[in-house]
């Protein structure tokens, strides 16, 4: 049956698409039941790999299913047709994600990027408290809802951390995400501490954040690898980003795990603590410059354990707990 029908016989109006994944696509519409507009991601189970089908899909419906975050993307309901597509229908993030946001305005106002890393920092916090990792944390899969607040998406790549039985960590050995957003271990297929690479990605999203623009060039992986190994961040100097703010981006960019910030850490960190909220000022603040940023365009295969990297993206001198009860039904 044609997507359309499919959703208004569940009460949906289907209107454009906002976005095209690896597996399928992700559409807005209106739903009669909620009165509101939301989103809903269609997967074809038909035209996905079997990977994806048996380990990432299943992972992604159970546990977005459990979370239950301000900062986290909410699913209203899951359901599925006979001829094996997934609908799943979620909150819309109504100003988009976080690259197209970046990529039209340039580098945040420090205010507003405080705010936007405070709502990434309590929802990883909110995960990596019930041992859930994302491991795929980006800027496209950072969604920004009518008021500016940052929500947390594409649950894709997500699992639960398991325990031997005396109680060590399991590392992962899948290699997740995006090479642009990848810790040094993770590049390296050294079997990582999946904590550990989120924390490494929010260090690349902040700097993307405040800097307009990525802090590795990914178009070589190597040459990329071994900057991060020196712990070098070069910073661009036509931003004036201040010292508090490279301070937390500079500890949470360390090659060594042990003594990269924690999400704890994280939270403690002056930056972040120091100041008020963010006023909100950011959307009258005119845009200082255009990131050079990798696009989701660029990249739809992105979602695979090995994927390629994103397009180069190098610039100047461097190189509160919502209701989230989900209906799971089958139409025809
Ligand atoms: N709830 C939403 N509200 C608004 N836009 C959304 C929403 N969900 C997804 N999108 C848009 O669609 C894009 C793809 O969605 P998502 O990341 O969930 O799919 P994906 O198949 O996992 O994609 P990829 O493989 O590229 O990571 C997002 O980057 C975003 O721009
Ligand atoms: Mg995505």
Not at 30 to 54: C, G, H, M, Q, W
Not at 238 to 243: A, I, L, N, R
């Amino acid at each position: 049956m044609d997507e359309s029908l499919v959703l208004k016989k569940c009460g949906y109006i289907l209107g454009n698409t906002l976005g095209d994944g690896s597996y399928g696509k992700v559409k807005s519409a209106y739903s009669e039941r909620l009165k509101t507009n939301v989103a809903v991601k269609i997967i074809n189970r038909k035209k996905a790999a079997a990977d994806f089908l048996e380990k990432f899909l299943p992972r992604e419906l159970e546990i977005q299913a459990t979370l239950s975050h301000s900062n986290i993307v909410k699913i209203f309901k899951i359901f599925e047709t006979s001829d094996g597509k997934v609908f799943m229908v979620m909150e819309l993030g109504v100003q988009g994600d976080l690259l197209e946001f970046v990529k039209s305005r340039g580098a945040l106002p420090e205010d507003f990027a405080r705010k936007l890393f405070r709502h990434l920092s309590a929802a990883i916090k909110y995960m990596h408290d019930q041992d859930i990792v994302h491991r795929d944390l980006k800027c496209e899969n950072l969604l920004l809802d009518k008021d500016f607040n940052l929500k947390v998406s594409d649950f894709g790549f997500t699992r639960r951390i398991v325990y031997t039985e005396t109680g060590k960590m399991e590392l992962s050995k899948t290699f997740c995400g995006s090479a642009a957003y990848a810790a040094p271990e993770v590049l390296q297929g050294i079997p990582y501490n999946p904590k550990m690479y989120d924390i490494w990605s929010m260090g690349v999203i902040l700097f993307v954040m405040v800097c307009g623009s990525m802090p590795y060039d990914d178009s070589n992986i190597k040459r990329m690898l071994r900057i991060q190994k020196e712990h070098r961040v070069d910073f661009p100097r036509s931003k004036h980003v201040p010292g508090e703010c490279k301070d937390i981006i500079y500890k949470i960019l360390h090659p060594d795990v042990k003594r990269r910030l924690d999400i704890c850490s994280i939270l403690e960190h002056h930056w972040l603590v120091k100041h008020g909220e963010a006023s909100g000022r950011h959307h009258n603040r005119p845009s200082t410059s255009k990131a050079a940023l990798s696009s989701k365009d660029d990249k739809k295969d992105s979602k695979t354990e090995a994927d390629a990297p994103p397009a180069p993206a190098k610039e100047e001198e461097h190189a509160g707990p919502s209701s989230n009860r989900i209906d799971t039904d089958c139409v025809t």
